[in-house]
T-cell receptor
C-alpha cells in the first residue's frame, strides 16, 4: 500500500506570500492529484499530473517521479486560498480508487 | 451543468438505524467511489464501482453496502453493523484511474 506524507500539516501565512505544500509517497504511481477542500467539505480537483509541471493561474504543481515527490505552490497568496489541500495518488493495478494524504490546512491572513 | 450531487448535506440518525446516502452524477462516468473522512485522517475508500451492476469493497467496507443499478447512481447504505458511523462521506466519479476525479459536496452523518 502506498504511503502518502504531506507537509506541513498546518500552515499560516500572510497575504501575498509564496506558499509551498509538499507530498511524498513510497511506491511508484500512475497519477498524482492535488485537491482543494473548503470548510463546507466539498472537494475540487486542482491538478492531475504524472510528470513535470502544470500551472493554472496562481497555482503550480510539480512532480519528480524519481524522487517520489510532488509540490503545490501558490504565488501571491490570498485569503480566499485558505482551505485544506490534499495530495492523492493512484498506484495502478485496477480502478480501486485513490490513496489520500491527510491534508495541509492553509490559512492566509489579510 | 455536469457534476455530482450528494444528498442530504447533513443527516442525523439514531443508533441502530440504517441510513442511505444518495450520490448521483450526470457526467457519464463509468467509475464511482465512496470515501469516508474522519478528523485528522486522509479519505479512505469504502466501495467502488467500475460498471453498472458491479461493485468492489474498498479498505473499510465493513458495515456498509452499495448498489449500482444505474450508471448515474451509486447509493451508500450505512448499516447498524457499522460501529462508528459518524463521519463525513464523499462520493466521487471518474473515467478511470489516470483521469480527473470529480467529487460531490459530501454528506455529514451524525449518529446519536
Amino acid at each position: 500500500k502506498n504511503e502518502v506524507e504531506q507537509s506541513p500539516q498546518n500552515l499560516t501565512a500572510q497575504e501575498g506570500e509564496f506558499i509551498t505544500i509538499n507530498c511524498s509517497y513510497s511506491v511508484g504511481i500512475s497519477a498524482l492529484h492535488w485537491l482543494q477542500q473548503h470548510p463546507g467539505g466539498g472537494i475540487v480537483s486542482l491538478f492531475m499530473l504524472s510528470s513535470g509541471k502544470k500551472k493554472h493561474g496562481r497555482l503550480i504543481a510539480t512532480i519528480n517521479i524519481q524522487e517520489k515527490h510532488s509540490s503545490l505552490h501558490i504565488t501571491a497568496s490570498h485569503p480566499r486560498d485558505s482551505a485544506v489541500y490534499i495530495c492523492a495518488l493512484y498506484s495502478g493495478g485496477g480502478a480501486d480508487g485513490l490513496t489520500f494524504g491527510k491534508g495541509t490546512h492553509l490559512i492566509i491572513q489579510p | 451543468d455536469g457534476g455530482i450531487t450528494q444528498s442530504p448535506k447533513y443527516l442525523f440518525r439514531k443508533e441502530g438505524q440504517n441510513v442511505t446516502l444518495s450520490c448521483e452524477q450526470n457526467l457519464n462516468h463509468d467509475a464511482m467511489y465512496w470515501y469516508r473522512q474522519d478528523p485528522g485522517q486522509g479519505l479512505r475508500l469504502i466501495y467502488y464501482s467500475q460498471i453498472v451492476n458491479d461493485f468492489q469493497k474498498g479498505d473499510i467496507a465493513e458495515g456498509y453496502s452499495v448498489s449500482r443499478e444505474k450508471k448515474e447512481s451509486f447509493p451508500l447504505t450505512v448499516t447498524s453493523a457499522q460501529k462508528n458511523p459518524t463521519a463525513f462521506y464523499l462520493c466521487a466519479s471518474g473515467q478511470g484511474p489516470n483521469t480527473e476525479a470529480f467529487f460531490g459536496q459530501g454528506t455529514r452523518l451524525t449518529v446519536v
